[in-house]
């Protein structure tokens, strides 16, 4: 940060090619904790879902927020927080890789009418994969006041009717209910990727970067 000084500007853009390099350390932090039944990597499905809405676009700012229900959560408050230079979500990044292998991505990020709908009145025939992003907000010098990722319903709603893959963005710790229901097929912790969020997570999700990285805490179940 070249000419900092006490009384200079308070922010600096310093970007150049850090969005690869952001793009990069997202895919490898990225930490799978299941996969069965060859749920990942994704060959192609015709048809895929997308559902929760941590998925989308951020709707309140070019920061995440402690109070906030629309958007995908990339990264947590406090000092290690900063302004996004171009977000891109998980929703946005599976359309531009589905495009290319001719699926056909339909989404619901209404978290409430998830969980209280019948989601296989959604689609006209069953989609061949789905997705359900989950999130929990943490941020320094702020004391979590539970172990619950937002909206667990939403995922107790699709994993009804159909096979899940379950994504999370959170800072460390959760509560999973649903970890062991057989129709949940796939588990992947992506933490707080920064703004290449759904670039990152497509890479792993297609096979691109071999989700290796190890969780840094110790879950007990």
Same mark, same amino acid.
Request: net charge negative; hydrophobic share 45%; with cysteine.
């Given at each position: 940060m070249r000419g900092w000084n006490l009384t200079g500007p308070t922010s600096h853009d310093v970007r150049s090619d850090h969005g690869d390099l952001i793009r990069k350390h997202g895919a490898a932090s990225t930490v799978l904790l299941k996969n069965e039944r060859d749920?990942? +990597?994704?060959?192609?499905?015709?048809t895929i879902g997308i559902f929760g809405n941590d998925a989308g676009y951020v709707t309140e700012g070019p920061i995440n927020q402690e109070i906030f229900e629309f958007?995908? /959560?990339?990264?947590?408050?406090?000092?290690?927080? =900063?302004?996004?230079? %171009?977000?891109?979500?998980? /929703?946005?990044a599976i359309r531009v890789r589905a495009v290319e292998g001719g699926s056909y991505v339909q989404h619901w990020l209404n978290n409430t009418h998830i969980a209280a709908s019948?989601? %296989?009145?959604?689609?006209?025939?069953?989609?061949?994969?789905?997705?359900?992003?989950?999130?929990?907000?943490? $941020?320094e010098c702020y004391d979590q006041e539970h172990l619950?990722? *937002?909206?667990?319903?939403?995922?107790? $709603?699709?994993?009804?009717?159909?096979?899940?893959?379950?994504?999370?963005?959170t800072s460390g710790i959760n509560m999973m209910p649903f970890?062991?229901?057989?129709?949940?097929?796939?588990?992947?912790?992506?933490?707080? +990727?920064? *703004?290449? %969020? =759904?670039? $990152?997570?497509?890479?792993? /999700?297609y096979g691109d970067v071999d989700p290796s990285a190890r969780l840094p805490y110790t879950i007990c179940v």
């Open positions: 749920a990942l +990597p994704l060959k192609a499905p015709r958007g995908t /959560l990339a990264i947590g408050g406090g000092s290690g927080a =900063g302004h996004f230079a %171009s977000l891109m979500s998980p /929703l946005a019948d989601v %296989s009145r959604f689609f006209a025939a069953p989609p061949e994969a789905c997705l359900v992003f989950l999130k929990s907000w943490a $941020s619950d990722l *937002d909206w667990n319903e939403a995922v107790e $709603s699709v994993v009804r009717e159909y096979n899940t893959i379950v994504v999370t963005h970890a062991d229901n057989p129709n949940v097929t796939a588990i992947l912790a992506a933490h707080y +990727p920064g *703004d290449q %969020s =759904g670039n $990152s997570l497509v890479d792993v /999700l």
